[in-house]
């Protein structure tokens, strides 16, 4: 009888195994810029399961191009920290970045770039190795990034000096700036190329802007406080996340209307879509929370305690963001 | 255990900054410093909790156990809109926006020019992952910075011109540690930003390093006869500590121009050779005053009266 018994046990051993795995929680990584800590949720509970230091003002994440890594940027500690996106777990320190605000990689992943909010410098490095190759001074406070498709630009928002830079990366040099409107923010730039949309914090639109004739088309009246930017991943709509009216819009831009309004307390600020399009996470910068709005119903579904001025947030599982 | 505290204190946080602080902010086109805001209202309201744990705790034992007994308190009265403009985060916000840009540009020039300044997480292996830890260093060095500060305002003549006021206060109260010449509160926070952007102290988070210590220097200068005892006096500054510091006689005089300069920890007065640990509560001010020598009734008359003394010290004039 020992062949089935040996059997029985195999198939005991891999269902505790399945079990195991399933009993695995889907992370959620917040970074709480504030007190230097990531939260870890658990996103089928939406209940925090813990919260670690991780450094000083980490402020946005992104996943690595072959999607194994989870980057960490770590503005006033001058390093990324890189985390498994899975567990959250950190594996490693890189560090003389220097006040990494915002990141983001090239889509030929040729160049890393990040912006110095604090220190009005965008930075390029190789992406394979991280060596700076140019410290490009910049007018007041850089924040966001967005990259042309063919990896031969990247735009840059200049929040104090109401600017749009765009700089070339092959050149590593600025090839214009132009006005934004007041306090430019998230950047988007639409899959055809054809649109930079612009988040204008100090006002209550989205500035359209045709970039290669380096001029404003259009005016979309959003929240006040117009903020940071996510697609949906179906080519056809954007979210943009406004800080003052405290709400997230549903943006197409092919027809460039508002489709739908969000009220999410807070002032809400980065944004993660699930992969199966029900549910919007959204940190809410000034009530130590992160908000869950069921996009079925439009309506706020969970809140979530997290750590001081939550900023970026990520899962594992999300829309496309192309 | 304090998630209470935490859930009330950003209640009133959010609700200040969203429907105060924020409005402001967008209708004057400063969006862009809406998160340095956002602090800004955690600062006042720390400020506020500060001078309402003195007053709970402090004033309380100023009148149960005074070193002198005054017929009134109206001469502590000047000392109590110097608090206020301190702790509401006033003075703070004009020296944050003063120094700002001059750090950040120090900063970015050394980085264009390939030196990041390293933060005691790079010279401590672990610390970042130890926040409570790294706070208590840098409240440590931020505290050393400031003994070799406080023993430059007593050296430099032109410095003390300016220190003085604080020193002449002949009724020292809980409300005294924020009586200053508003050009000797720039150039501290001046020295204090230099510090910390030597040691790498998140921007945001040096103004909390400078408040942590604020109710225990509210203590150091209340009108209280209260001593740590042998062992307490040496670990924290306590009220016995820092009298002998405005003391006539001592707290500005002799070989050291003074003593007991720690402003926390008395360790550095231990180690430099300042520290006076003798018994006694003696009256407060500065010996001149004894001989009639004013300096000022009104909060003009202070401000003015120190910085022209200051600037005739530095061109070697007598005051």
């Not at chain 1, 929370?289 to 305690?305: E, Q, W």
């Not at chain 2, 750090?103 to 409570?132: C, F, M, Q, V, Y």
């Amino acid at each position: 009888m020992k062949p089935p018994l040996s059997a029985l046990s195999l198939l005991l051993a891999a269902l505790a195994t399945a079990a195991t795995a399933s009993a695995k929680p889907e992370i959620v990584v917040v970074l709480n810029s504030g007190d230097g800590t990531i939260s870890l949720l658990d996103k089928g509970n939406y209940r925090e399961i813990k919260r670690f230091p991780v450094g000083k003002e980490p402020h946005h994440l992104m996943i690595s191009p072959d999607g194994k890594d989870l980057y960490v940027a770590n503005s006033v500690s001058n390093e990324l920290v890189i985390l498994d996106p899975d567990t959250g777990e950190i594996r490693r320190r890189v560090p003389k970045i220097s006040d990494p605000y915002q990141l983001g990689f090239s889509p030929d992943r040729k160049w890393f770039v990040t912006a110095s909010l604090r220190l009005d410098r965008v930075d390029i490095y190789k992406a394979d190795g991280f060596q700076l190759v140019k410290r490009l001074p910049m007018p007041k406070m850089p924040s966001h990034l967005a990259f042309t498709a063919d990896s031969s630009i990247v735009f840059v928002s200049l929040q104090d000096t109401n600017e749009i830079a765009a700089v070339d990366l092959a050149k590593q040099e600025v090839m214009w700036k132009m006005p934004s409107g007041k306090t430019p923010a998230g950047l988007y730039l639409t899959p055809d190329q054809k649109y930079l949309l612009v988040g204008v914090m100090g006002e209550d639109y989205i500035n359209v802007i045709d970039w290669r004739a380096k001029k404003s088309v259009m005016k979309i009246h959003a929240g006040k406080g117009c903020h940071q930017f996510l697609p949906m991943g179906d080519k056809v709509h954007v979210f943009v996340s406004s800080r003052i009216d405290s709400q997230i819009d549903k943006l197409n831009f092919k027809t460039m209307k508002i489709e739908a309004t969000y009220k999410v307390p807070g002032g809400p600020d980065c944004m993660q879509m699930t992969a199966d399009g029900t549910e919007l996470w959204t940190t809410s910068r000034f009530i130590s929370k992160v908000s869950v709005v069921d996009l079925a119903t439009g309506k706020l579904k969970k809140v979530i305690r997290v750590g001081y001025s939550p900023h970026g947030v990520y899962f594992r599982n999300h829309a496309e963001t192309n | 255990m304090f998630d209470w505290f935490d859930t009330l204190f950003d209640l009133v946080q959010t609700r200040i900054f969203e429907t105060v602080v924020q409005p402001i902010a967008y209708s004057l086109g400063l969006m862009a410093y809406s998160e340095m805001a956002y602090d800004g209202v955690a600062w006042f309201l720390y400020g506020m909790l500060q001078i309402l744990l003195a007053l709970v705790v402090i004033r309380p034992l100023e009148s149960l156990w005074p070193a002198e007994n005054w017929p009134d308190r109206r001469g502590t009265r000047l000392d109590i809109v110097y608090t206020l403009l301190a702790r509401s985060g006033l003075l703070p916000l004009v020296f944050f926006v003063m120094l700002r840009p001059l750090t950040g540009a120090l900063d970015g020039w050394l980085r264009l020019h390939g030196l990041i300044l390293p933060n005691l997480e790079d010279l401590i292996p672990g610390l970042s992952e130890w926040p409570l830890i790294s706070f208590l260093i840098y409240l440590v060095v931020i505290d050393a910075a400031d003994y070799v500060r406080h023993r430059l305002q007593h050296r430099l003549q032109w410095w003390w011109e300016l220190h003085a006021l604080h020193h002449s206060q002949r009724m020292m109260s809980l409300w005294t540690d924020d009586r200053n010449n508003l050009l000797d509160g720039a150039i501290s926070w001046f020295w204090f930003a230099m510090v910390s952007l030597l040691i790498g102290v998140p921007p945001g988070q040096f103004v909390l390093l400078v408040s942590a210590g604020r109710i225990i220097e509210s203590l150091a200068h209340a009108n209280v006869r209260m001593s740590f005892g042998w062992v307490g006096e040496r670990l924290i500054v306590s009220p016995h500590f820092h009298r002998l510091h405005h003391a006539i006689g001592t707290g500005h005089e002799g070989r050291y121009f003074g003593c007991n300069f720690g402003t926390l920890f008395p360790w550095w007065d231990m180690l430099g050779g300042t520290a006076n640990f003798e018994p006694g509560f003696p009256p407060t001010g500065i010996r001149d005053q004894l001989t009639g020598v004013n300096y000022g009734e009104t909060f003009l008359d202070q401000q003015w009266l120190g910085l022209r003394r200051s600037f005739r010290a530095i061109l070697g004039r007598k005051a």
